[in-house]
């Protein structure tokens, strides 16, 4: 799919991001940009410790910035790897995303200079998605 001249800026900043990744164990780098519905940006990148099950990736370390910084209104998610292959939020990330953020749109690209990307909605992502009382809608 080809985006629009947004969506390759956010892949950019995604990019750079991806840069401050510590991924010593997986060896498989992300970076991710989360944008406010004011234009404000939060950068994230995947964690890795050896305590495996700790390591966080980079969709929730841009989200966890924002939310604990106050803010609650997201409009978009870019990530990118370094993989040929688009690469698209885990299983955890995406529950995450849409508690937070039900109707933010998702850009997801390839890296190794394969110029792809892919966008999509998070509710195209997690279907059925679990809710519970507590959830506040948008
Ligand atoms: N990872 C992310 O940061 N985001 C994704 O969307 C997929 C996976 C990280 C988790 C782990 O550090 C590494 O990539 C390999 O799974």
Redesign the pocket.
């Given at each position: 799919m080809i985006g629009t001249d947004f969506d390759h800026q956010l892949i950019q900043l995604a990019q750079k991001a991806k840069e401050r990744?510590i991924?010593p164990?997986?060896g498989?780098?992300?970076g991710?940009v989360l944008v406010t519905s004011e234009g404000k940006r939060y950068f994230?990148?995947?964690?890795?410790n050896v305590s495996l099950s700790l390591?966080?990736?980079?969709?929730?370390?841009a989200f966890l910035k924002a939310l604990s910084e106050g803010e609650t209104k997201f409009i978009t998610l870019a990530?990118i790897?370094d993989s040929k292959d688009i690469?698209?939020?885990?299983g955890a990330?995406r529950q995450l995303i849409w508690e937070f953020a039900p109707n933010i749109t998702i850009v997801m690209g390839a890296g190794a200079g394969q110029g792809k990307m892919q966008t999509t909605k998070i509710a195209d992502l997690l279907p059925q998605a679990f809710t519970f009382h507590c959830h506040k809608k948008e």
């Open positions: 990744a991924a164990i997986s498989f780098k992300v991710a994230g990148c995947n964690i890795e390591s966080i990736c980079a969709e929730r370390v990530l790897s690469v698209t939020p885990c990330c």
